[in-house]
């Protein structure tokens, strides 16, 4: 069987190359890893140890020649949120210059440029994305959609949860996929009532099936042109319009809150445990453990910011230590290190308290034991490397359904 041709951009560690290869139908056949704030690329290093150089990037994909990229069937990404915003220039001859150093506009020049664009897109961002920025909600994301409509392609959306459909951690993210208008997916899309694609029918519905909804859908069109857009998509109003799915078919917005629908079998915190193997650097001294108490419970409490003001804080209690029959909370790229944090996980074992290990981080995104284990790779750099990552079997889902889709 032929497989079907990847271009994997901001690739991290691997998360969308293990997540399409595990299904068998794919094969990545470019790629490109680049981190502008470090010397030392230390992502491109795990993902050049596991995958081989052969055809993988490790330059700043802006500098990129479109030409040194091979042709593929589908791009696939996780790019990171930034300000989308687009500014008019005489400079440049197609009229639009989105902001240098937004990597979105990196996607967007390649498919742009390239002869032969990729047919089929997996883009995976931050649910933020959607409601952002808080000056014009849903702006950035009116402007993607906007801009994959001027090169011919259709959306569709979902905001998954990787927990709620039995996946080991509580991850929330926007997945896009664009089916461009010469592909069999677009044409039956067309021919599809949207609200059955959405609830139904489509990439989404297929791979993460939702709950029967009497939720009301809403409509509404994005004609504007990218300034426009940029300049008064939504302006004054205090919500996004888009839900947490949704399509986008030449100009017309259909979106509706959707709710998971999964009764298979769970993966907790729990089942991930490394239990026995655990070195004592992970374990919580008894006399530090009250600063992690601290830090984990609820506070109100007076403090006084830099320029003498005092204000009141507090904050809710989190459950200390986490539950080990619960999928886990999201890991953030701060997991790593052993100073006492919030946001770190912290799990109870008959040793006493302690953090998580690499490999215990790497289950909860469903990569294999050790993936990020090279030398020079400190165990603070593999957590942030699960920090910045996705979950694999949410990549692998959306993968099959695609393949399926496409015959």
């Given at each position: 069987?032929?497989?079907?041709?990847?271009?994997?951009?901001?690739?991290?560690?691997?998360?969308?190359?293990?997540?399409?290869?595990?299904?068998?139908?794919?094969?990545?056949?470019?790629?490109?890893?680049?981190?502008?704030?470090?010397?030392?690329?230390?992502?491109?290093?795990?993902?050049?140890?596991?995958?081989?150089?052969?055809?993988?990037?490790?330059?700043?994909?802006?500098?990129?020649?479109?030409?040194?990229?091979?042709?593929?069937?589908?791009?696939?990404?996780?790019?990171?949120?930034?300000?989308?915003?687009?500014?008019?220039?005489?400079?440049?001859?197609?009229?639009?210059?989105?902001?240098?150093?937004?990597?979105?506009?990196?996607?967007?020049?390649?498919?742009?440029e390239k002869k032969n664009p990729p047919k089929y897109l997996i883009l995976e961002n931050v649910d933020r994305l959607l409601k952002s920025p808080s000056s014009?909600?849903?702006?950035?994301?009116?402007?993607?959609?906007?801009?994959?409509d001027d090169l011919g392609y259709a959306v569709e959306w979902r905001v998954i949860n990787a927990a709620e459909y039995g996946m080991p951690q509580r991850r929330r993210r926007v997945f896009i996929t664009g089916?461009?208008?010469?592909?069999?997916?677009?044409?039956?899309?067309?021919?599809?009532?949207?609200?059955g694609w959405i609830r139904e029918s489509g990439i989404y519905a297929t791979a993460f099936p939702i709950m029967t909804s009497t939720e009301k859908e809403s409509t509404f069109v994005i004609k504007d042109n990218l300034v426009a857009l940029s300049e008064y998509f939504n302006l004054g109003e205090k919500l996004s319009p888009f839900q947490n799915s949704g399509v986008f078919v030449?100009?017309?917005?259909?979106?509706?809150?959707?709710?998971?629908?999964?009764?298979?079998?769970?993966?907790?915190?729990?089942?991930?445990?490394?239990?026995?193997?655990?070195?004592?650097?992970?374990?919580?001294?008894?006399?530090?453990?009250?600063?992690?108490?601290?830090?984990?419970?609820?506070?109100?409490?007076?403090?006084?910011?830099?320029?003498?003001?005092?204000?009141?804080?507090?904050?809710?209690?989190?459950?200390?230590?986490?539950?080990?029959?619960?999928?886990s909370r999201t890991i953030i790229t701060g997991e790593g290190g052993k100073s006492p944090s919030r946001f770190k996980h912290v799990v109870s074992t008959k040793k006493?308290?302690?953090?998580?290990?690499?490999?215990?981080?790497?289950r909860l995104n469903m990569f294999p034991d050790d993936h990020t284990r090279l030398e020079g790779i400190s165990d603070a750099k593999r957590a942030f490397f699960m920090g910045n990552a996705l979950v694999v079997g949410v990549v692998r889902k959306i993968g099959e359904a695609l393949a399926a889709e496409m015959g």
């Open positions: 069987m032929k497989k079907i041709k990847v271009i994997e951009l901001f690739a991290g560690v691997g998360g969308f190359r293990l997540g399409l290869e595990q299904t068998g139908a794919y094969e990545v056949v470019w790629s490109n890893q680049w981190e502008p704030s470090t010397k030392l690329q230390h992502a491109s290093k795990v993902y050049e140890a596991r995958f081989g150089s052969e055809n993988h990037s490790n330059e700043d994909i802006a500098e990129v020649s479109v030409t040194a990229i091979p042709d593929a069937d589908v791009l696939v990404g996780g790019f990171p949120c930034q300000d989308y915003s687009v500014a008019t220039t005489l400079q440049n001859s197609k009229g639009l210059l989105g902001k240098k150093g937004v990597l979105w506009w990196s996607i967007h020049r390649i498919l742009s014009q909600r849903g702006r950035d994301f009116a402007i993607i959609l906007k801009s994959l089916y461009h208008k010469s592909t069999p997916i677009y044409k039956k899309l067309l021919q599809t009532d949207a609200i030449d100009g017309d917005v259909v979106t509706v809150k959707t709710k998971p629908n999964f009764d298979g079998p769970r993966t907790v915190l729990g089942d991930i445990l490394q239990n026995g193997e655990v070195s004592d650097t992970f374990f919580i001294p008894p006399e530090d453990e009250h600063k992690w108490h601290y830090l984990k419970g609820a506070k109100k409490e007076v403090r006084t910011a830099k320029n003498g003001y005092e204000y009141n804080y507090s904050e809710g209690g989190m459950i200390f230590p986490d539950a080990l029959d619960n999928a006493g308290l302690r953090r998580l290990t690499p490999v215990e981080l790497e």
